[in-house]
Structures are given as C-alpha cells and as structure tokens.
C-alpha cells in the first residue's frame, strides 16, 4: 500500500521531535498503521533554524518551505499536523485543512479550549477527524482512556497535574531551594513551556487542558471562558513549607467535578496529603486521577511536556488516523467521547460555589482571645475546623502564624468568614486562603 501521506505546521519542540520519532520508529509504526506514515512537506517560519533543530539524517529528506497554506492544499497529503500552536494562523489553517477534507493531528490545547466545539462541529460534518491526544498531558494517553477504556463509567471527578512546566517549578523550588525565576528559564530552555510562559504559570494551560478533560468526561461543550483560574506566581515559601510539616504537598491541580447543579471546573494551587501517589509526581512529570463509578480510581502519570513525549502522542494520532481511513466516519469514535448530538449543556458552577476545604493562614498580634475570636467566626459560618497550627514568631516578631485546615465548606461561606477575620483588630494584614483536597472520593 502507498504510503501515507503527512503535511507538518511548524518544526520546533513538537515537529521536529514527531519528524525524529518517526524516522527512527517508521519500521514498528508502519507495522502498526498498516501502512508507512511519511512526512511529505513541512512549513515554517524559518527553514535555516528548522533544519538546525534535528540531526541531518532527520531533516536531509525533509521538504521544507514557508508556504503554510500551501501544505493545506496539497491533494496529495492526506492528514495536516499542527504544531504552531496559537490560536489565529493555526485555527485558519486547521479550518482550512477539514474544509480541504483532511484528518489534523495537532497538540494545540490552546485552540481547543476555544475554539474546539467550532472544529470538531467542521470536521464532523466533512466526516474527518481532529486528533489531539498530545493537547493534554503530553504523553500520556489520557484522551484514548477517556474516550474508549472508561466508556462504561459515569465519571465523577478528574484531578490532574496537568501543566509540566509549573510542576517542574514547584518541584525545583521544594527540593532545591532554587528561585522561581531560575527554573522558570530552565524550563523554556528544555522545551517545556508554552511560548507566553505566562500560560503556564497563571494556570491558562493547564485550564485549556481540564476544559478538553470535562468534555470528554462529562459529554459537555468546551467552556474554557468558565473556568476558574489561578496560577503559582504568587505561592510563597512558607506556605509550601507549612504544608509539608502539616503532611501536604502543593501543586497546581486543574479539577473538574460533577455537582448536582453543575460542573465545577478549577485550575489552582492545591494541598494535597503527601501519601497520595500524585502528590509525589515530581518534575515534568504529569498525573491524572480519574473516579469512575465502576473502576474507582484509576491514575495516568507520565512526561507532560518535551519534544519526543509529546511526539509520542501525536505519532499514536498518526497511526491512529491511519488505521482508520477506510472506516465509515459515522462509525468512528466520537471527538469528545459522547455522539455529538447528545452533549448535554451543563452549567459550570462560580467559583464561590465550588465545595473543598481549605488552609488559611493568618498572622495575629500575640494577644488572649485571637484564636477564640477566629473559632467563633469560623463556627458561625459553619466551617468545622479540622486542624491548627501555631507558629511562635521569631525573637523580636510581634505577630504569629496561625494555620488553619478546614473541612468541607462552601467557597462563598469562607470567604464571607475571612473577610469578617481580617476584620479583627489582632489580625494583621490579609488571610491567605489555599484549596485543599483529599482526592480520597
Ligand atoms: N513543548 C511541549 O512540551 C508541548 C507543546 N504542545 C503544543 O504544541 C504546539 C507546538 O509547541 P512547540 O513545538 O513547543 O512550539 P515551538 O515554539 O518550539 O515551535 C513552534 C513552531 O511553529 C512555528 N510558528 C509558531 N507560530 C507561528 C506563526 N504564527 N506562523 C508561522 N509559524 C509559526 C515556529 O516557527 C516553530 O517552527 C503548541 O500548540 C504547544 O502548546 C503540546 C504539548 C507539549
Ligand atoms: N507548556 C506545557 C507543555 C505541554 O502541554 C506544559 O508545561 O505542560
Ligand atoms: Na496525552
């Protein structure tokens, strides 16, 4: 059979690691697709940098050139790859490509999130597929286990470390000390972070990726502008370190959870009990904990970001679109897991109405009768507290830390019960509130 046919959209990270794996693998991958998968042209900004990005026996018989448009018209390429992330050019050219009746493979979260329920609306109706299993969590092949394993659960929640590059901060500023900017840099270096690596540590990517996640797991349309987002930038030290002695680990989790009234979907810094497996996922490293009605739980963990375990994930797209070009497109598996003319509307709760428990840590003037104050009103509201810590300040330091770990209680009732706390004259300055879960059921 002849082989298949593959037009690349950018050769950085991604594209260059997709180019290496599949030369390297094309003997296993053809065995696997039924067919040989080649790369027939590949379009970039720069064809000088793009060449330099792999070794010469990878990009010698490579057709390079700047003409993106073009390799969406090409008759003879039958699936286009897009890996230039953003969401302008590569939403034009993904449209443009299922209008051109191509299969697209691309790892772009961003585009999804936003504009996926226009795309797979497109591509649906010209009976291709858009394929994205290295949107979400790199390598790990949590789309495939979503969409096809888990089919027979009702899923009630998905917790996951979704964004490597912030996992990798956090991991480098526990264990070594190290100062976020540091890391931050190292991670652009190694190929980890987006490039705006705000997204990356304001919570926008790992929210574009736990938008993709709720789809599927709930049968919903994408709603990313719903989601509630809060990034590492602003967790200090001595809170990751009173975590630690309260037996916590944080990490930027990216929740999403079925509620009688809705969905909650939330990307923030979150305490997680230190003995949970995911709360020792360290590094670049991505985790996902999935509940099932039926299953339970199950966990996925492995590199969230990089260029060949990424490429890894868009290859198994590869093989996949492959494998199914003689199928009838209606009997195809669902882009978002459910037919899609049974995705249900349902709301996504307000941050203010997201049940968790929570660690607050205030800093009180060392006087009787602070901590009966903050118990009282934390009691009115009917917040049950379910551990505290005292600090004893530092020689000379007239305020204390007191840490506070609630049990479950509704976001609206904590806030309305801190801003009442730092209203007290013996607390000093504002209350920092973090979410806590125990991932338990
Ligand atoms: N780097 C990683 O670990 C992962 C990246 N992704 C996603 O994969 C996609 C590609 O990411 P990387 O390879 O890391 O990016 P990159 O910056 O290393 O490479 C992007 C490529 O596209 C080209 N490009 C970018 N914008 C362009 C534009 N407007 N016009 C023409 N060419 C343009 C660049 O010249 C380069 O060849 C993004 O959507 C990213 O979010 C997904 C999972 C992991
Ligand atoms: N910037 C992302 C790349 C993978 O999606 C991350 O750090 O996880
Ligand atoms: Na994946």
Not at 184 to 208: M, V, W
Not at 341 to 367: F, G, M, N
């Amino acid at each position: 059979m002849k082989p298949i046919q593959v037009g690349l959209l950018g050769f950085g990270t991604v594209g260059s690691g997709v180019a290496k794996v599949l030369a390297r693998n094309a003997e296993e991958i053809g065995r696997r697709a039924g067919r040989a998968i080649e790369v027939k042209r590949v379009a970039v900004r720069n064809i000088v940098k793009a060449r330099a990005v792999a070794p010469a026996a990878v990009v010698e018989g490579l057709a390079f050139g700047n003409d993106f448009h073009a390799v969406v018209d090409d008759p003879e390429i039958s699936i286009i790859c897009e890996l230039i992330g953003g969401t302008t050019l590569a939403k034009e050219l993904v449209l443009r490509a299922i209008a051109n009746g191509k299969h697209v493979v691309t790892a772009n979260k961003a585009l999804l999130a936003l504009h996926g329920n226009e795309i797979f609306a497109a591509a649906q109706a010209r009976g291709v597929t858009v394929a994205f299993e290295a949107a979400v969590a790199g390598g790990i092949p949590i789309i495939k286990a979503l969409r096809e394993g888990l089919t027979a659960n009702r899923i009630e929640w998905i917790a996951g470390i979704i964004n490597g590059t912030s996992n990798f901060i956090l991991t480098e500023m526990r264990d070594k000390g190290a100062a976020f900017a540091d890391v931050l840099a190292e991670a652009q270096q190694l190929g980890y972070a987006e490039a705006d690596p705000t997204f990356d540590i304001e919570g926008h990517d790992a929210a574009h990726k736990l938008t993709i996640l709720s789809a599927l797991a709930f049968g919903i349309p994408m709603q990313f502008d719903k989601a509630y987002l809060e990034g590492i930038s602003r967790l200090t030290q001595e809170d990751i370190a009173y975590a630690e002695q309260l037996g916590y680990r944080i990490k930027l989790l990216g929740i999403t959870r079925r509620k009688a009234n809705g969905v909650e979907l939330r990307v923030h810094p979150t305490l997680i009990p230190a003995k949970r497996i995911i709360a020792n996922v360290d590094g670049v490293m991505n985790a996902v904990v999935v509940q099932g009605d039926a299953v339970g739980q199950t966990l996925y963990c492995g590199r969230g970001a990089g260029s060949e375990p990424t490429a890894s994930a868009v290859v198994a797209d590869l093989v996949d679109v492959t494998r199914l070009l003689t199928a009838d497109p209606e009997h195809r598996v669902p882009h978002l897991a459910f037919q899609p003319d049974r995705l249900v509307d349902l709301p996504i709760l307000p941050i203010d109405a997201v049940e968790t428990s929570y660690y607050l840590r205030l800093k009180a003037h060392d006087k009787a009768g602070v901590m009966a104050d903050v118990t009282r009103i934390l009691a009115d509201a009917d917040i049950s507290i379910d551990a505290m810590m005292q600090k004893e300040p530092a020689e000379g330091v007239k305020v204390v830390d007191i840490i506070i770990l609630t049990h479950i209680a509704l976001e609206r009732r904590v806030d309305e019960a801190i801003a009442r706390i730092e209203g007290l004259a013996t607390i000093a300055g504002s209350v920092t509130k973090l979410r806590l879960e125990n991932l338990d059921k």
